[in-house]
């Protein structure tokens, strides 16, 4: 099994399929009483394990609350404009802050529910490549890997999700009033920042977050390797 994990460590640094197939081919000869896994199988692997992490923080953060009541993911008021929250405050109007925080993560949650799909699409692009490296990355090494490769795509696609959200929930409109009330202060700087950007991110961000968390359970928690598929793969770097 020594021989197994020198092999594996090669495969980082391997940058082609040619390269992968040879070491594989090592590994065949290494091995007794245990058939090798293939770069299919670690392709399929890496990608159901995203699938399945994406699949459980969509479900979690997509209930009542799953934004608002977690402390990790919570989006605050905008904090570019935390001087309109703060002078709003001061005028005793903090209760309509605080519906309009509410309603923010709200349509976060909202649009969690539609994002299953758009992120699912963009695993399926991942490269047997990047599959292998990231097998023996650190132990959210598939969230930084997509987190880096489909941020600016999701975002492209997940914008009117989340500001059909914000519409739904009157979070558009409560963040309208707050702001028109800030600026009808008299001598304040007028300000008009783009909240549907700025949720778009945190509901974006927080997603990650919840599917880094599903990444370090499936590699650390053979329980939480629910298929045969994924028991191989991440049992392999286990071993």
Known sequence: MKHTIIVL?????????????????????????????TTAEVGEGLKEALIKGIS??????????????NPEIKIPFPPDVKKVENSLRQLGLGSEVDRFVMTLNRGAEEAAK???????????????????????????AATQYLQRTTTAQLKEKFAPVVQNALDKVNATKYYSDIVNRYNNIPLVQKVNPDLNDYATDKAIEGLFTMIAKEEKNIRQDPLARTTDLLKRVFGSINK
């Open 114 to 140: 539609e994002a299953k799909p758009i992120f699912i699409s963009a695993i399926r692009q991942m490269t047997i490549e990047d599959a292998w490296g990231i097998l023996k990355g650190d132990s959210v």
């Open 9 to 37: 460590s090669f495969l980082l640094t391997a940058c082609t399929s040619a390269q992968i197939n040879q070491a594989l081919s090592d590994a065949n000869k290494m091995m007794t009483g245990e058939k090798p896994l």
């Open 56 to 69: 459980n923080g969509s479900d979690i953060v997509s209930q009542v609350d799953g934004y608002f009541k």
